[in-house]
């Protein structure tokens, strides 16, 4: 195997960090595979079918020239060095077809000397396309899609030829066309062509929709956990529920819905009744986090979903929280935003639409904004864009979401854009910027009215909402007291005293006005002067001889059994709790329905859901090390569990 002693050697010639680099870039193809032991390990996951599949969807369009050419140079240096056998006769059987079809000549390659892969390409003079196919020769090298032989030939991927058969490799563009008319950088831009507001602006209008759409939906789905159907997503009406509840609409709540599982803050939970998607441990700590911090992780979800929520092809149920098997997703939002990152502001053209329609064909055969654009996108990821079905609507829905999100605004990338083009991970200095700090204190009115103005703390939301009603939202948010909305925060555990103590430190003037102080002691007057006693559930028998025997039974003290009628028991455990102790004490009991029917009992099939292990960022310097066999600095250790 040549080719991987070559890819082995090339792989350790490099730094720890360079390695690590490797990793990190090819880190969703490498984690469905076992964990690399040594190089050769590595080198065999990289050049794996299912790896390269992944990995060529984000080449664009220099390397993924360069590898076609070296792919198909390499393959007929092969046939001439070792001739496959012949073609079968007509009629031949099936596994006579299939092995002249896998023969060793048609999986072989060869090393290909780089001049042959330059003039393949029309890149053999000094200039821009000889320089453009060097730099894409090196990033192949990087990437590990490729390896130098010892006397600098070029040793690509048994596979990539099948891999990239279909490929039309075309002419060798060494930049990406321009997404607005050629003389659009000579004009001066119009001033009224300018828009009103910078994308910065936009942005910030977006972000923080994004936020308070968020924590409503969030919110909704820890009061009310949503019920997935059996064939897997969510069903319409649970879709349209949080949708009313978060806000917004029903193709946005899809999006936010993918995100938040993506960003482990809801989960899938099989119970009893079936699977339910409620909010994880992690939300907690979500929520005590700076708003900027809130919008990072979801926002970093975004660019490797395998799906475009809010596109639901026709004939197709929209839903929400199914495992995407869109492979080509990530490739088409990489590209939309990179040809949008040089289009300067004013220039930019609208959104298309939604629903999609194909722009019409002009008789004079002129780009439109539409095409330019599409066709840039084409040069930055050519196997993910226009070659796939359905690629204006896809990209469409793509550049829709992109705007809800704040990263496009005006047909240009925001600030917040280029930060996720540019590194993902690195949200919170631009999420900082855009929105303000959270408000501890509100303003209480004589009206019985609270207002916050702007977006109010995890704690003062918390409190305002416990003991009043949300009444309405935007840049200032208004909580209305009423005897309803106290009493629910008496029935919550507080008291007249605690809970106006609580409300004058969350006073921005210290004091509260007398109606609201008037409001809480009279709903407090009334409260608790009926009891409702607890009880889990109920025993019932006719015989009162057999019950009193139960509420007397020492083994059964647990249960907390009280009578309340001379043939009814309250328990304070629920019915499976209660049924095990009384089998357990001997008795033979059996369990009713609400109408009165004996039920058959099935055993649960409950089953705890564990998140997965959150990610180390030291894990692939961590592995780096060990694979290249230097020993780890003491600081750079990663923990334990991390991948």
Not at 113 to 137: H, I, K, N, Q
Not at 182 to 194: C, G, I, L
């Amino acid at each position: 195997m040549e080719g991987l002693d070559a890819l082995t050697r090339s792989l350790a010639q490099r730094t720890p960090e360079q390695l690590a680099a490797l990793l990190t870039r090819h880190a969703e193809p490498l984690a469905r595979r076992p964990a690399p032991t040594e190089l050769r390990g590595l080198a065999s996951a990289l050049w794996s079918y299912e790896t390269l599949h992944h990995l060529v969807l984000h080449l664009d369009h220099p390397r993924l020239q360069v590898l076609t050419a070296t792919a198909r140079i390499s393959q007929e240096r092969a046939r001439r060095a070792a001739p496959g056998p012949a073609a079968p006769a007509p009629g031949a059987d099936y596994q006579s077809l299939m092995a002249h079809r896998l023969s060793f000549a048609h999986l072989a390659t060869e090393p290909v000397p780089p001049e042959d892969v330059l003039a393949a390409l029309g890149a053999t003079a000094p200039g821009r396309p000889r320089t453009a196919a060097e730099s894409a020769l090196q990033a192949l090298y990087d990437d590990g899609l490729a390896a130098p032989a010892d006397d600098g030939a070029i040793v690509v991927p048994p596979r990539t030829p099948q891999l990239l058969a279909a490929h039309d490799p075309g002419p060798l563009l060494a930049d990406a066309p321009p997404t607005t008319p050629h003389d659009a950088d000579d004009a001066a831009t119009p001033a009224a062509a300018v828009p009103p507001t910078s994308p910065h602006d936009e942005s910030r209008a977006a972000a923080a929709t994004l936020a308070a759409t968020l924590d409503r939906l969030l919110a909704s789905l820890a009061t009310q956990p949503a019920a997935l159907r059996k064939s897997g997503g969510l069903a319409v009406r649970e879709i349209k529920r949080l949708a009313k509840t978060a806000g917004a609409t029903e193709e946005h709540t899809r999006l936010l819905l993918d995100l938040a599982l993506a960003a482990d803050l809801i989960a899938l939970t099989r119970t009893p009744s079936g699977i339910t998607a409620l909010p994880t441990a992690a939300y907690d700590d979500w929520l005590g986090r700076p708003p900027g911090a809130r919008l990072a992780p979801v926002l970093a979800a975004w660019p490797g979903l395998w799906d475009i929520p809010t596109h639901t092809p026709f004939g197709e149920t929209p839903t929400a929280l199914v495992r995407g098997h869109d492979r080509h997703a990530p490739a088409l939002r990489h590209a939309l935003l990179a040809a949008l990152a040089t289009v300067p502001h004013g220039a930019g053209s609208p959104l298309p639409p939604l629903p999609f329609t194909a722009p019409p064909e002009e008789d004079t055969g002129s780009p439109t904004p539409w095409k330019d654009l599409l066709r840039a996108a084409d040069w930055h990821r050519p196997l993910a864009v226009t070659q796939q079905p359905m690629a204006g609507e896809r990209a469409a829905h793509t550049l829709h979401e992109a705007a809800y999100l704040g990263l496009t605004a005006h047909g240009t990338l925001t600030p917040l854009g280029c930060a996720l083009l540019t590194d993902s991970q690195a949200l919170d200095e631009p999420l900082a910027d855009l929105l303000p700090p959270l408000l501890e204190q509100a303003h209480f009115q004589a009206d019985l009215t609270a207002v916050v103005p702007g977006r109010p703390a995890a704690a003062l939301a918390a409190l305002l909402g416990a003991a009043a009603d949300r009444e309405s939202e935007g840049h200032a948010v208004t909580w209305r007291f009423t005897p309803v909305s106290v009493r629910r925060a008496l029935d919550a555990g507080h008291t007249a005293d605690t809970l106006l103590e609580d409300l004058t430190r969350a006073s921005s003037a210290g004091t509260l006005p007398q109606p609201l102080g008037y409001l809480v002691r009279d709903a407090a007057r009334a409260h608790g002067r009926m009891r409702v006693l607890p009880a889990a559930c109920c025993i019932r028998s006719d015989d009162e001889a057999l019950i009193g025997e139960l509420a007397a039974h020492r083994a059964l003290q647990d249960l907390g059994l009280r009578t309340i009628a001379p043939t009814v028991l309250v328990s304070a455990r629920p019915p499976a709790v209660t049924l095990d102790a009384l089998r357990a004490a001997g008795y033979a009991p059996a369990l009713e329905s609400d109408t009165g029917t004996t039920t058959v009992e099935r055993l649960p099939t409950h089953r705890a859901t564990a998140l997965a292990p959150t990610r180390d960022h030291r894990a692939p310097l961590a592995l780096a090390h060990r694979l290249l066999g230097v020993p780890v600095p003491p600081g750079e250790a990663a923990h334990p569990g991390g991948a």
